[in-house]
């Protein structure tokens, strides 16, 4: 990336959203003994939150035709913050997922804003780049269910979500010095793609829609599953959402790491890391009733190997699109991997058949699909190399 105010504006930006994103799941528990009713009772706020990401998303190419990419920025901190303190000050289940859903809509805005500036200073490198930024993230949300806990402890729920409340409205006059979008020229609006090429891209898509979900329901069920499995406090349980970011952060580092070392390249990086998560939690799924402690360690090795695959399977998707269709691409496989976030969560929430263990379950055949999907797009870019080589030797001869 170029330019220092730049990058240190997105770096505080992603940042941010890792507060956001870190202290809903974390704070339901703590909150629910102060609202007095069960944690299942504002569990919903989980799938609010990613879709108010996907509202976020879909709208933000609508917006920016009469925004910069700075003031899309600001709007979604903006949001942000209206929509922790609305959470802050819930006084009963339905304002908490409500102000969930309004602070996702901001979470979507910042986060495919920040996408397409990263597009708009050069697709070379994009993979590293967002590794590098969603690193960010997952630091802040590490440290973000510790205060939780701390706060809990007193008997308190709600000062950390308007604390956090308070950072994104001061961020929302301290963003500056980021650079537009290029206008989207006539020629380029509809580029041909050949169907091969359209296939490529549809499959790397529906791995980040899984990917996305999967992610979702270990993230929105880190506290609670951390609860149940180790009959922890409420407040303690916070503490799940902290050990779940934390191995996101060491898994972002790592894969920060191999990348910049330039040795085995983004595709070979996020195909170990599917399988890893695919593998992991379908051994975490079979052993979750007999073996809880074994499978939380399972789950452990799946959020670790998920530190890097978000930032490696969206760079490698925008990273096709021209940089006069930076918005609108971000925004589209962004909305579609917060579907993803929905829906399976969703599915988490009302699969009741499945008892406590659904979380799980479903995270695992998310997972399962999303290799399935992910190996099926390097199989057929792998063809597609080979075919490019090929008449390249057939016109040098």
Do not use: K
Request: net charge positive; charged share 10%.
């Amino acid at each position: 990336m170029t330019g220092r105010g730049t990058g240190r504006s997105l770096a505080v930006a992603f940042a941010a959203l890792g507060g956001t994103a870190a202290v809903i799941p974390s704070v339901i528990p703590a909150l629910a003994l102060e609202l007095g009713v069960t944690t299942t009772a504002l569990l919903p706020a989980v799938p609010a939150l990613f879709g108010g990401l996907l509202a976020g998303v879909l709208s933000i190419s609508f917006l920016a035709r009469y925004f910069s990419l700075t003031a899309l920025l600001r709007i979604g901190s903006a949001a942000q913050a209206i929509g922790l303190a609305l959470a802050g000050f819930a006084p009963t289940p339905v304002w908490f997922v409500v102000g969930s859903g309004i602070a996702g809509a901001g979470f979507g805005l910042v986060e495919a804003g920040g996408s397409a500036v990263v597009r708009v200073l050069g697709a070379l490198g994009m993979p590293r780049a967002l590794t590098r930024l969603t690193l960010w993230i997952a630091i802040v949300a590490a440290v973000t269910p510790l205060l939780v806990l701390a706060v809990a402890t007193l008997g308190w729920a709600r000062p950390v979500p308007l604390l956090l409340a308070g950072l994104h409205l001061a961020l929302v006059f301290a963003l500056r010095g980021i650079p537009s979008a290029a206008p989207p020229a006539a020629a380029a609006i509809a580029p041909a793609r050949p169907r091969a090429a359209t296939v490529r891209v549809s499959l790397l898509t529906a791995a980040l829609f899984c990917y996305v979900g999967t992610e979702t329901v270990i993230s929105g069920w880190s506290a609670s599953t951390f609860e149940r499995e180790l009959g922890t406090t409420a407040a303690v349980a916070a503490l799940g959402t902290s050990a779940f970011w934390l191995l996101i952060s060491l898994g972002r580092l790592a894969g920060t790491v191999a990348l910049d070392r330039r040795g085995p390249g983004a595709g070979n990086i996020a195909l170990l890391c599917t399988a890893l998560i695919a593998g992991s939690l379908g051994l975490a799924a079979l052993t979750a009733s007999r073996l809880p402690v074994v499978s939380l360690a399972l789950i452990g090795v799946a959020v670790f190997a998920s530190g890097p695959c978000y930032a490696l399977l969206l760079g490698l998707a925008v990273g096709q699109a021209a940089e006069d269709r930076a918005v609108q691409a971000s925004s589209w496989f962004i909305a579609l991997g917060a579907t993803g976030g929905v829906a399976i969560s969703f599915l988490a929430v009302n699969s009741t058949a499945l008892g406590p263990q659904a979380p799980t379950v479903i995270a695992g055949i998310a997972a399962a699909a999303m290799f399935v999907f992910f190996l099926a797009w390097r199989a057929s870019a792998g063809r597609s190399r080979m075919a490019r080589g090929n008449a390249v030797e057939e016109r040098a001869a």
